[in-house]
C-alpha cells in the first residue's frame, strides 16, 4: 500500500515540550496539506506545500507551530512549547493536482497533559 | 472565506434502506470542488465522492450519488443499499485553490 503515512500514531506530551510529526505523502503527489481536527469537528487547514514551498498558513498556525518540506518529499510538522489546547488529530493529506481530491493519513493524535 | 454546514449531527438509516446527508456552502467563487468523504470510527479519512461546479450533472459513485444544486450552494449525499460498512462520520468539503473547508460532520448510523 502506498497511501499516506504519518509518525507517530500516538504522542502523549507534558505540557512546554516540543514535538515533532511526520508525513509521507503518495510519492508522485507534489502537493501536501496539514490539517487539524479536534473531537466532533472537522477537520481544519493548517497548512499547505507545493514541492518544497509552503505556499498557505492559516491563522490557526501560530508561531509555535512551524512545517517543513524539505526536497519536496516528506513533511515535519513541529509545536514548540506545546499546550493542551494543541491535543488533538493532526491530519496530512496529499493531492496529485489543484482541486483534485486530497488523500489522507492515519493522522498523529496529541495528547498534551 | 468558505463556509460548509451540516446541519445534521446524527443520522440514522436501517440497513438496505436510502438515507440522504445534507450541506449546504458558501462561497464566493465560481469554480470550486466539493467532496464527500468518510471517517469510520478510528480510522483514516476516505474519499466517497466528488463534484466539480462547472458540471451540472450530478456525481454517482456506486451506492453513492449526491443532487448538487449550484445556486442554492447545496451538496446532499445520497446512499442507496445501505451497509452496515457504511456506519462512520461523514463530512462535507469545498475546495478551491487549495483552501478546503470542512463541515462539522454527520454521524450515521446503520441499524441491522
Known amino acids: 500500500d502506498t497511501g499516506v503515512s504519518q509518525n507517530p500514531r500516538h504522542k502523549i506530551t507534558k505540557r512546554g515540550q516540543n514535538v515533532t510529526f511526520r508525513c509521507d505523502p503518495i510519492s508522485e503527489h507534489n502537493r501536501l496539506y496539514w490539517y487539524r481536527q479536534t473531537l466532533g469537528q472537522g477537520p481544519e487547514f493548517l497548512t499547505y506545500?507545493?514541492?518544497?514551498?509552503?505556499?498557505?498558513k492559516s491563522r490557526l498556525l501560530s508561531d509555535r507551530f512551524s512545517a517543513e518540506r524539505p526536497k519536496g518529499s516528506f513533511s515535519t510538522l513541529e509545536i514548540q512549547r506545546t499546550e493542551q489546547g494543541d491535543s488533538a488529530m493532526y491530519l496530512c493529506?496529499?493531492?496529485?493536482?489543484?482541486?483534485?481530491?486530497?488523500?489522507f493519513g492515519p493522522g498523529t493524535r496529541l495528547t498534551v497533559t | 472565506a468558505q463556509t460548509v454546514t451540516q446541519s445534521q449531527p446524527e443520522m440514522s438509516v436501517q440497513e438496505a434502506e436510502t438515507v440522504t446527508l445534507s450541506c449546504t456552502y458558501d462561497t464566493s467563487e465560481s469554480d470550486y470542488y466539493l467532496f464527500w468523504y468518510k471517517q469510520p470510527p478510528s480510522r483514516q479519512m476516505i474519499l466517497v465522492i466528488r463534484q466539480e461546479a462547472y458540471k451540472q450533472q450530478n456525481a454517482t459513485e456506486n451506492r453513492f450519488s449526491v443532487n448538487f444544486q449550484k445556486a442554492a450552494k447545496s451538496f446532499s449525499l445520497k446512499i442507496s443499499d445501505s451497509q452496515l460498512g457504511d456506519a462512520a462520520m461523514y463530512f462535507c468539503a469545498v475546495n478551491n485553490n487549495n483552501d478546503m473547508r470542512f463541515g462539522a460532520g454527520t454521524r450515521l448510523t446503520v441499524k441491522p
Open positions: 506545500f507545493q514541492n518544497e514551498a509552503q505556499l498557505e
Open positions: 493529506a496529499s493531492s496529485q493536482f489543484q482541486g483534485y481530491e486530497q488523500y
